[in-house]
């Protein structure tokens, strides 16, 4: 059975946990916590350490992922689970543009630490005050041209929408045919 190593990551209210739950097979194992900062303002809870969750994939091959806590102040966790990843999904919330300097600190400190397949997911696309896909990937500075990776938009709370875009990052390295 080939363990294929995931990494979801993103800012706080990005839907980082709810991705996981929609897909895992198991029982996600959390370390949701009460808030007790400015997180408080945006959610009840947040993680502290980690999500985990599992998914069958394909007959011979299993997703774990591992979802990162969304404040900076936890980014001992984000270099810990980055460092055995196969790939990951930076979530970036369309309908919170104060997060947008937090995605991209993020995506900075992935990529001084690994060169791995990435894909940014644009959630809260729904949301009344969300920003167009276009108009983030200029908030963030990111533009395929520029080398960056593919921004697509979806749905954390839909199951298809998850698998879909897991499909996408898998499709990056992975192909049973070669």
């Known amino acids: 059975m080939e363990i294929m190593r995931l990494v979801v990551t993103g800012p706080i209210g990005a839907g980082k946990t709810t991705f996981i739950q929609s897909v895992s097979e ?20 947040t993680t502290v ?37 196969h790939a990951y999904i930076l979530l970036v919330p369309a309908n919170q543009p104060a997060e947008f300097q937090n995605a991209q600190l993020i995506y900075h400190f992935m990529e001084e630490r690994v060169t791995l397949p990435k894909l940014i997911g644009i959630t809260h696309l729904d949301c009344e005050d969300a ?22 938009g979806l749905n954390a709370t839909e199951p298809e929408s998850v698998i879909d875009t897991l499909s996408n990052i898998i499709s990056q390295f992975y192909n049973p045919l070669r």
């Open 26 to 45: 198991i029982e996600v194992v959390n370390t949701d916590r009460s808030a007790t900062d400015d997180t408080a303002l945006l959610k009840e809870t």
């Open 49 to 85: 350490a980690l999500d985990f969750g599992r998914l069958q994939f394909l007959p011979g091959m299993a997703i774990h992922l591992y979802g990162t806590p969304g404040q900076s102040r936890f980014n001992f966790m984000w270099d810990l689970l980055i460092q055995k990843a």
């Open 131 to 152: 920003w167009s896909i276009a108009d983030i990937a200029i908030a963030l500075g990111i533009t395929e041209a520029n080398g960056y990776p593919p921004m697509i």
